[in-house]
């Protein structure tokens, strides 16, 4: 009887332990973008222009940087010499008193007139030379008054030339290329032009 019932046992299919089937439940679900080819193409969509973005900025900033090299090369060739142009004008300047502080009328002999004349030499020698660097002159009388070129150091009043004329130039300026160099110190006109007396009596 114990066998019979052993075997009865053994038998039964509602005894058996079901397999488990391990391979199945470790498999993750799929992704919405598995799932669905619709959404693998915007998300490959949008990665594509940001990339586009990316790439399109480091472009731009390549093109910026290389721009600015550009000007910063153009600038040390253009104004390299300012500091040392500087100290050539006050040379300059040097030999312009020299001059002035020569009465007009005095009787220079010969050796003096031609130590006059070499200093006049020297000075247009000088200006020509700053020229040809492109370092120009601004001598301005006559001239409107003009913030960017010229420092006044005074006004005349009742000088019959129109308000802001400069009517004295105590010392020229210079520019190199398109930058100033040093203003042109001037006195303006103030007041305008005198206007003309008009007699009413009868």
């Known amino acids: 009887m114990t066998d019979d019932s052993e075997n009865t046992e053994n038998e039964n299919p509602e005894t058996e332990t079901p397999e488990v089937n391990m391979a199945e439940e470790e498999t993750p679900p799929e992704t919405a973008a598995e799932k669905n080819p619709d959404d693998k193409l915007v998300i490959a969509v949008a990665e594509i222009a940001d990339l586009k973005d990316k790439l399109l900025r480091a472009i731009a900033e390549t093109e910026n940087l290389r721009r600015r090299a550009d000007r910063e090369k153009a600038d040390a060739a253009n104004y390299a010499m300012t500091a040392f142009a500087r100290d050539l004008l006050s040379v300059g300047d040097n030999l312009r008193r020299a001059l002035d502080s020569i009465p007009a009328d005095t009787d220079l002999g010969d050796n003096a007139k031609t130590l006059v004349e070499g200093i006049e030499m020297t000075e247009r020698e000088l200006v020509n030379m700053l020229e040809r660097h492109n370092i120009k002159k601004i001598d301005p009388l006559g ?18 030339k129109e308000d802001g004329t400069i009517v004295q130039v105590m010392q020229v300026g210079f520019v190199i290329k398109d930058r100033l160099l040093r203003p042109a110190m ?9 206007t003309p007396h008009v007699d009413t009596k009868v």
Request: proline content about 4%; overall charge negative.
């Open 143 to 160: 001239e409107k008054f003009n913030y960017d070129l010229h420092q006044a150091l005074f006004e005349i009043p009742d000088t019959g």
């Open 186 to 194: 001037v006195g303006v006109a103030k007041g305008g032009e005198e």
